[in-house]
């Protein structure tokens, strides 16, 4: 998870998004991050992949995984999860994302996320390189 956030982070800053559009990148790489280790049941020492790249308007963000099969658009909200906490990250992930393309093949999901993004912080004329 740590180092999914911070090459996260480094790409908010090489592509010079504004706090907003930064703030939620992080967020949406950690819930999936965190939804795929709690909930995936990934094998021991599986890697999860993160590559960022930034368009106009939007971020592709494209994570794989050696986790169970999942299709966030298949899931229904259920609601907060009260008594333990959480439960409401792919909500957040539906609202600040589209969801481009998922898959599962030869034991690896690819999901596919578009998040826009108005930059207010003024910068990204030269996207950073994917990461």
């Given at each position: 998870m740590g180092r999914a956030l911070a090459a996260t982070r480094a790409f908010c800053q090489q592509a010079e998004l504004?706090?907003?559009a930064a703030?939620?990148?992080v967020i949406v790489v950690e819930e999936w991050v965190a939804n795929v280790v709690e909930h995936g049941?990934?094998?021991p020492g599986s890697r999860i992949g993160l590559r960022l790249v930034q368009g106009s308007g939007a971020i592709r963000i494209t994570m794989t995984d050696a986790g169970r099969p999942f299709d966030p658009r298949q899931e229904a909200f259920k609601g907060p999860n009260l008594e333990r906490g959480g439960g409401a990250g792919l909500e957040l992930l539906r609202a600040w994302?589209?969801?481009?393309?998922?898959g599962s093949r030869a034991g690896r999901n690819r999901l596919v996320l578009?998040?826009?993004?108005?930059n207010e912080g003024g910068g990204g004329h030269n996207p950073p390189p994917p990461v």
């Open positions: 504004g706090r907003d703030e939620r990148l049941a990934p094998p994302s589209r969801v481009a393309a998922y578009q998040m826009p993004y108005r």
